[in-house]
C-alpha cells in the first residue's frame, strides 16, 4: 500500500485567488496569521482576470474607476508584506477535519496540508462559461471561438460576430464596434436584457450603417481546410426563428455570451451546510457550519447577501478576527488601527516610515 504522505501544517489555508481570497490573505496578516491560498486556475484573480479583465469596476470604495486585473494587482501588491504561499493550477478536492481539530485540504496534485483554519472563497465555485451549441464548434474553440475577452485587440480589424443579449455581448458590441472589420450581433430574440443605455447604443450603431444585428441562433459554422490539416473559421451561419429564413455571416472570429453555468464542484461534497446553493454562514464570523471552516464572498449565504466584492472585503475582515480567535482562543482581542498600531505597521513593513 503506498505510504500517505504527512500533510504540512500551516496556520491558515485560503481556498480561491478570486479578490475576496486575495484580502483575506492582508487581513489575516495584519493579525499576524500566515495564510497558504490555493486556486484551481493558474492565475490568480478569479472572476476578475477570468471573464471580464478588461472592464472598469465602479463600486470599489475610494476608487471612483479601476480595472478588474487592476484590482487584482492592487489586491496582491497589498497582500505581498504578508508572503502568502500560493498553490495555483491546483482542485481542492477534500477538505476533512482531522481528530486533532485540524483540517485536512488536499489538492488534485497532491498538495496536502494540515491547517488550524480554513477559509473557503470558491466563489461560484468552478465555473463554466455556457458554450455555444454548434455541430464541430470544439475545433474552433480557444482559436476562434471564445466565451471570454482576454485582449480586446485580437479582435481587432477582424470578422467578428457576437452572440447573445446580457450585459457582456452588448459591452463588447459597442467597445469593438469600429475596431473589428466587421461587427454582427446575434441574439435569439428581439429585447435585450442588457443595461438600455448600451442597448439604445448598439441600435444607434446599426442605424449608422457601423454593424448588423440579426435575431437568430448560430446554426453552423464554414470553415476552410488547410493544408497541415487545421481548419480556419470562415463564417457563420445564423437561422431565424421562423426555421426558413438563414443568413450567411462572413467571420474569423466569435465571441459567445451565453452566462455562467456555476458549478460547486467538490465544495458541494464536503459535508458543509448549504443554502441557495452556497455555503450557509453566520454573519458575526462567517463560519460554516463546520467550527474552524470559514467561507466569504460570492460562495456564501446569509440574510441580505449581496454577491458584491466590497461585501467579500468586510467578510475577510470579520472572518480574520475569528480565526484569531479560533487558533488561539486565549489571546485578548484588540481593535487597532493600520494608523496607530505599530505592530502592525512592523507586519506591513512600514515600521518608521511617517511621513511627518
Ligand atoms: C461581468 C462581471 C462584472 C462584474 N462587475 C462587478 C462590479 O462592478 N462590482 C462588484 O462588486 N462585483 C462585480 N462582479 C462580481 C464579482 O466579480 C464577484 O462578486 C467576485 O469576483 C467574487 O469574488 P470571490 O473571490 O468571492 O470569487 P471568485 O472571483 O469567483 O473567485 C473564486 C476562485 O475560487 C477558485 N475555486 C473554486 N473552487 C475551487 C476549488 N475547489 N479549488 C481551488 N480553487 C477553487 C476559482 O477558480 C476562482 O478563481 C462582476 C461579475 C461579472 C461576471
Redesign the pocket.
Known amino acids: 500500500m503506498p505510504e500517505t504522505l504527512e500533510p504540512t501544517p500551516v496556520e491558515a489555508v485560503i ?7 486575495l484580502f483575506q490573505i492582508f487581513e489575516l496578516g495584519l493579525l499576524g496569521i500566515n495564510a497558504h491560498i ?4 493558474a492565475l490568480p ?4 482576470t ?3 479583465p478588461d ?1 472598469p ?4 470604495p475610494a476608487l471612483p474607476i479601476c480595472g ?1 486585473q487592476e484590482l487584482i494587482d492592487r489586491l496582491i501588491e497589498q497582500a505581498k508584506p504578508f508572503h502568502a504561499t500560493f498553490h495555483l493550477g ?4 477534500e477538505l476533512q477535519p482531522l481528530p486533532n481539530g485540524k483540517i485536512l485540504v488536499a ?1 488534485s496534485s497532491g498538495t496536502r496540508l494540515s491547517a488550524g483554519a480554513v477559509v473557503i ?7 463554466q462559461p455556457r458554450r455555444l451549441v454548434v455541430p464541430g464548434i470544439e475545433e474552433f474553440e480557444g482559436r476562434s471561438v471564445h466565451y471570454r475577452v482576454k485582449t480586446a485587440a485580437e479582435f481587432y480589424g477582424r470578422d467578428l460576430v457576437i452572440c447573445g443579449g446580457g ?2 455581448a452588448l459591452d463588447w458590441t459597442v467597445a469593438l464596434c469600429g475596431k473589428a472589420r466587421s461587427l454582427t450581433l446575434v441574439h435569439r430574440r428581439a429585447e435585450f436584457r442588457a443595461a438600455p443605455a448600451t442597448v439604445s447604443r448598439m441600435r444607434e450603431l446599426v442605424a449608422a450603417g457601423k454593424m448588423q444585428l440579426l435575431e437568430g441562433n448560430a446554426a453552423a459554422v464554414h470553415s476552410e481546410r488547410h493544408a497541415d490539416g487545421t481548419a480556419k473559421l470562415t463564417g457563420v451561419v445564423v437561422q431565424a426563428h421562423n426555421g426558413e429564413t438563414t443568413y450567411q455571416v462572413a467571420a474569423d472570429q466569435v465571441l459567445a455570451f451565453f452566462g ?1 453555468h456555476p458549478k460547486l ?3 458541494a461534497e464536503w459535508g458543509l451546510e448549504l443554502e441557495k446553493k452556497a455555503l450557509k454562514v453566520d454573519t458575526e464570523k462567517f463560519q460554516t457550519s463546520v467550527p474552524g471552516i470559514f467561507a ?4 456564501n449565504h446569509y440574510p441580505g447577501k449581496k ?4 461585501s ?1 472585503f468586510h467578510e475577510a475582515a470579520l472572518a480574520a478576527f475569528a480565526i484569531q480567535h479560533h487558533l488561539f482562543p486565549e489571546k485578548r482581542q484588540f481593535l487597532q488601527y493600520t494608523t496607530t498600531s505599530p505592530i502592525m505597521q512592523k507586519r506591513l513593513g512600514v515600521a518608521g516610515t511617517e511621513t511627518h
Open positions: 481556498i480561491g485567488a478570486g479578490p475576496v481570497g490555493i486556486d484551481s486556475l484573480g478569479g472572476q476578475c477570468e471573464l471580464y472592464k469596476i465602479y463600486d470599489i478588474a491546483q482542485e481542492v478536492t489538492t472563497a470558491a466563489g461560484v465555485g468552478s465555473f450585459d457582456s455562467l464542484g467538490p465544495v466569504i464572498g460570492d460562495i454577491k458584491l466584492i466590497l467579500g
